[in-house]
């Protein structure tokens, strides 16, 4: 296999390294890659008139709107509901949550958690049947409204 040398600036600081051929394809020239990127994006923002400083300060404030975009009110009702969630998950049993978090939350075909509990796909069927119904019922319970379509 054939080394590669590469070397890596941060700041004042510079590192030499000598790489494998799959190493440096694995994982330095991804992040290579994406360190172009960015580099090309400043180029052209400060092509049309931004510095760096204000590319950086974009970047920041892109990434804050982002994260930040929901108002109080929107943030306040997404916690109740999570916590409603939470205690609806609460109501069932440990088998019953674990099958919920597999096939609803993380969207785990039933035929895959099936074989990987090593039971039947129809009996976990109807566990998953049941299961729902009995969210449902939680759900009505706490005043919202299912649709049954």
């Given at each position: 296999m054939s080394e590669k040398i590469i070397r890596i600036k941060s700041g004042n600081e510079e590192f030499t390294m000598s790489v494998t051929e799959e190493e440096y394809l694995k994982y330095y020239r991804p992040w290579w890659k994406m360190k172009k990127r960015e580099q090309r994006n400043r180029e052209t923002m400060e092509r049309n008139g931004y510095t760096e400083e204000s590319y950086e300060e974009w970047k920041e404030n892109d990434m804050r709107t982002e994260l930040f975009a929901?108002?109080?009110e929107e943030l306040a009702e997404k916690r109740m509901l999570l916590d409603v969630l939470r205690d609806a998950m609460d109501s069932l049993m440990p088998e019953e949550r674990e099958l919920a978090?597999?096939?609803f939350g993380e969207e785990?075909?039933?035929a895959d958690y099936a074989e990987m509990k090593g039971k039947n796909p129809r009996t976990l069927?109807?566990?998953?049947r049941k299961i729902l119904s009995k969210l449902q019922k939680f759900f009505v319970e706490h005043g919202f409204e299912i649709d049954n379509r």
């Amino acid at each position: 296999m054939s080394e590669k040398i590469i070397r890596i600036k941060s700041g004042n600081e510079e590192f030499t390294m000598s790489v494998t051929e799959e190493e440096y394809l694995k994982y330095y020239r991804p992040w290579w890659k994406m360190k172009k990127r960015e580099q090309r994006n400043r180029e052209t923002m400060e092509r049309n008139g931004y510095t760096e400083e204000s590319y950086e300060e974009w970047k920041e404030n892109d990434m804050r709107t982002e994260l930040f975009a929901e108002s109080m009110e929107e943030l306040a009702e997404k916690r109740m509901l999570l916590d409603v969630l939470r205690d609806a998950m609460d109501s069932l049993m440990p088998e019953e949550r674990e099958l919920a978090m597999k096939v609803f939350g993380e969207e785990m075909p039933l035929a895959d958690y099936a074989e990987m509990k090593g039971k039947n796909p129809r009996t976990l069927s109807d566990h998953k049947r049941k299961i729902l119904s009995k969210l449902q019922k939680f759900f009505v319970e706490h005043g919202f409204e299912i649709d049954n379509r």
